[in-house]
């Protein structure tokens, strides 16, 4: 059992930076893999980015590679997702998600969401 928290969304202009963070509690965080997706109006919750337990492996979603960079803090029990280059369409909910079996790159691959942080990227 995990709980997760995102904070750090809001408003930023096209080109603009942002860093999200994603605290958890409720057992050790080191044993989860942990995930970002985001969520357009209209459409499925689509994969961001992913880390393993210790950062030894990370992927990115094609469209975000390049722009977005994800890290944890197992001592700080949070992950993060830095977004620098920021385009309008990065606009959406993005949710962080955790899983204590494997890392994944779909939503089906983690069992537990946070609630969620509004981006938006005016042009």
């Known amino acids: 059992q995990v709980q997760l928290v995102e904070s750090g969304g809001g408003l930023v202009q096209a080109g603009g930076s942002l860093r999200l963070s994603c605290g958890a509690s409720g057992r050790t965080f080191s044993n989860y893999n942990m995930g970002w997706f985001r969520q357009f109006p209209g459409k499925e919750r689509e994969f961001v980015a992913a880390?393993?337990?210790?950062?030894?492996?990370?992927y990115y979603a094609d469209s975000v590679k390049g722009r977005f960079t994800i890290s944890r803090d197992n001592a700080k029990n949070t992950v993060y997702l830095h977004m620098i280059s920021l385009k309008p369409e990065d606009t959406a909910v993005y949710y962080c998600?955790?899983?204590?079996?494997?890392?994944?790159?779909?939503?089906?691959?983690?069992?537990?969401w946070g609630q969620g942080t509004q981006v938006t990227v005016a042009s």
């Open positions: 880390i393993s337990r210790w950062s030894g492996r990370i």
């Open positions: 998600a955790a899983d204590d079996s494997r890392l994944g790159t779909t939503t089906g691959s983690y069992n537990a």
